[in-house]
């Protein structure tokens, strides 16, 4: 672990970098954006964020992926949040929708924000800053935030074919972050995201019933691991739910991921992909044998991808546009 004052020298250091950095030459993020029109607003996140994980531990994980949703697509502008409205049926209704969830989280921060402060703080700042949190909440490194995002007034069901398969192998991978000005070292720092979470059969079905022409099970993965997920998925699953957990600390944030990863025992051909390019992989191993690497990277990179802006207002209400 980083003593006190190297974490804060550490945390200061990346704040700078963050300042420095502006992918779309939209509006420029800071990190005292609020301090004079809504001081309070990121005790009201948190607020929203502790009470509800305290109900139900998914929470956190929901919110992590709500904000990578939200600035894969149109950038970090809320889209994710809108509901649909007459003929437009919304991103959050999209296919890949399965396991986004807990946006009533949003909605309570917003609420208490808008009795504070009204018309001021937008929806995506929120989302933002609901994901840092969540990742803190379940024991992972604190960063400092920039904000000024805005919300964006479209949000189209079929953008979501724009957000990376976990099918995908290295190439694709590497092509949707670049598009998104996000590096290879980006990549595996994020997907390191799943150390939280649970994923459905049908988003890993695909490595355990027949796989290719000459495999019926993904070769590269640990036997054991896969029988495990093979019980869990039968060829026609027809449990609902049924799924597995990103990594067996699911509800902590930690390196166990990398690790796993190593071992064969990643759910995604997109977690496994990172093993298959040699600067990637290594990284992987880098982050599996240094939790405080990981750390680093995954701050450095969450603030780069929560710099992807994109919206024009501030709704009042995060799911419909003003
Ligand atoms: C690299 C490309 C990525 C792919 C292909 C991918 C794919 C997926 C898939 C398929 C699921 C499971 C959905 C389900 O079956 O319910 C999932 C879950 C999750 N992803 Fe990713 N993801 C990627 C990157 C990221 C990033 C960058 C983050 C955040 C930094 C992230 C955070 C999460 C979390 C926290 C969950 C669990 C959600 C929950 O339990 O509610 N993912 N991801
Ligand atoms: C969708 O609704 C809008 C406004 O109600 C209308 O102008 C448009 O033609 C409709 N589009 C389709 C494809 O139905
Ligand atoms: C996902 O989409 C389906 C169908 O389009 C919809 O019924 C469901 O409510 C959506 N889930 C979430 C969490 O919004
Ligand atoms: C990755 O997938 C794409 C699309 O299916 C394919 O064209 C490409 O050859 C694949 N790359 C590798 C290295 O397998």
């Known amino acids: 672990m980083l003593a006190m004052g190297e974490m804060v020298a550490f945390v200061a250091s990346l704040a700078i970098f963050s300042l420095l950095i502006s992918f779309d030459g939209g509006n420029a993020l800071s990190l005292d954006y609020y301090t004079e029109t809504c001081p309070k ?3 009201a996140v948190t607020a929203a964020v502790k009470k509800a994980t305290a109900n139900d531990r998914t929470v956190p994980a929901a919110l992590l992926r709500m904000h990578f949703h939200d600035c894969f697509i149109r950038g970090c502008d809320g889209s994710v949040l809108l509901k649909s409205v007459g003929n437009n049926t919304a991103e959050k209704d999209g296919p890949p929708n399965i396991s986004l969830h807990a946006f009533y989280v949003i909605d309570n921060a917003k609420k208490a ?4 402060c009204p018309g001021v703080v937008s929806c995506a700042d929120i989302v933002a800053l609901a994901a840092r949190d969540a ?4 024991g992972g490194p604190t960063w400092e935030v920039p904000k000024g995002r805005l919300d964006g007034r479209v949000s189209k069901a079929i953008d979501t074919r724009l957000l990376p398969s976990p099918a995908f192998n290295f190439s ?7 598009q998104r000005g996000l590096s290879t070292e980006d990549l595996v720092a994020l997907s390191g995201g799943h150390t939280l979470g649970f994923a459905h059969c049908s988003s890993f079905i695909n490595r355990v019933n027949n796989f290719d022409s ?4 993904d070769p590269t993965l640990n036997p054991s691991f896969a029988a495990s997920l093979r019980k869990t998925c039968p060829a026609h699953n027809k449990v609902k739910n049924a799924g597995a957990t990103l990594d067996s600390t699911t509800a902590t944030f930690d390196n166990a991921y990398y690790k796993l990863l190593t071992q064969g025992k ?6 496994q992909a990172l093993l298959t390019n ?3 992989k290594n990284l992987v191993d880098k982050f599996a044998t240094s939790r405080e690497a990981f750390d680093e990277a995954f701050v ?6 929560s710099s992807l802006t994109g919206g024009q207002e501030v709704r009042l209400d995060c799911k419909v546009v003003r």
């Not at 990643?266 to 977690?271: N, R």
């Not at 450095?300 to 991808?305: H, N, P, V």
């Open 172 to 178: 694709q991978l590497q092509q949707s972050f670049s």
């Open 113 to 116: 924000i808008e009795s504070m």
């Open 135 to 138: 990742v803190v909440i379940s």
């Open 41 to 43: 607003v990121e005790e």
């Open 266 to 271: 990643g759910l995604f051909s997109s977690d």
């Open 300 to 305: 450095k990179s969450m603030i780069k991808m």
């Open 278 to 280: 040699p600067k990637t």
């Open 214 to 217: 000459t495999h019926n099970v």
